[in-house]
T-cell receptor, first 115, second 112 residues
Framework: NAGVMQNPRHLVRRRGQEARLRCSPMKGHSHVYWYRQLPEEGLKFMVYLQKENIIDESGMPKERFSAEFPKEGPSILRIQQVVRGDSAAYFC?????????????FGQGTRLTVV | GNSVTQMEGPVTLSEEAFLTINCTYTATGYPSLFWYVQYPGEGLQLLLKATKADDKGSNKGFEATYRKETTSFHLEKGSVQVSDSAVYFCALKASNTGKLIFGQGTTLQVKP
């Protein structure tokens, strides 16, 4: 059973371009979380998704950021018109359908650099 | 709302010293509690968990006890090693929403 797979591991974008970050959850997991981590800082919650449904997006910036988790395929975090301040590590985690008592499993992260 | 607060880092210890990293939480209902560890350049790995009051989670010599009366989940290890140097995150999973919330992380540096 493969773990949570994120790609790419490293992504370089110029200011104004779009960044698309992909996350394939563990087999059987229907819930996905996205977090952002700035250097020397903690994990900031961005969004919590279930297949075809956004459960909680209270941590998502109001503009330029969007996330989806379609019925088929990976979850995608999309950042439009990137700016230098978007440079960070973005981590995805997945968990089984049960809400309680179950831990989330993390991917290795995508390190976005905006130049 | 739900939140997690950890002690400020970095924590610097000599090898074989005793470790405590404090974690307190605020939550409605009965959350599950977790400790995750992050090694440099990697994602987070689950270290241990506890799902109800008075449960003790343990792994690799680390322990933490779910204390509902003090809303705490402090991480302890009796004798740290250089290889334990990492960032440690306390987290809670809300029982009503399933949302996973992290503390700010505590950096541990163990010197030989």
């Amino acid at each position: 059973n493969a773990g949570v797979m994120q790609n790419p591991r490293h992504l370089v974008r110029r200011r104004g371009q779009e960044a698309r970050l992909r996350c394939s959850p563990m087999k059987g997991h229907s819930h996905v979380y996205w977090y952002r981590q700035l250097p020397e800082e903690g994990l900031k919650f961005m969004v919590y998704l279930q297949k075809e449904n956004i459960i909680d997006e209270s941590g998502m910036p109001k503009e330029r950021f969007s996330a989806e988790f379609p019925k088929e395929g990976p979850s995608i975090l999309r950042i439009q018109q990137v700016v230098r301040g978007d440079s960070a590590a973005y981590f995805c985690a997945s968990s089984p359908p049960e809400r309680e008592n179950t831990e989330a499993f993390f991917g290795q992260g995508t390190r976005l650099t905006v130049v | 709302g739900n939140s997690v607060t950890q002690m400020e880092g970095p924590v610097t210890l000599s090898e074989e010293a005793f470790l405590t990293i404090n974690c307190t939480y605020t939550a409605t209902g009965y959350p599950s509690l977790f400790w995750y560890v992050q090694y440099p350049g990697e994602g987070l790995q689950l270290l241990l968990k506890a799902t109800k009051a008075d449960d003790k989670g343990s792994n690799k010599g680390f322990e933490a006890t779910y204390r509902k009366e003090t809303t705490s989940f402090h991480l302890e290890k009796g004798s740290v090693q250089v290889s334990d140097s990492a960032v440690y995150f306390c987290a809670l999973k809300a029982s009503n929403t399933g949302k996973l919330i992290f503390g700010q992380g505590t950096t541990l540096q163990v010197k030989p």
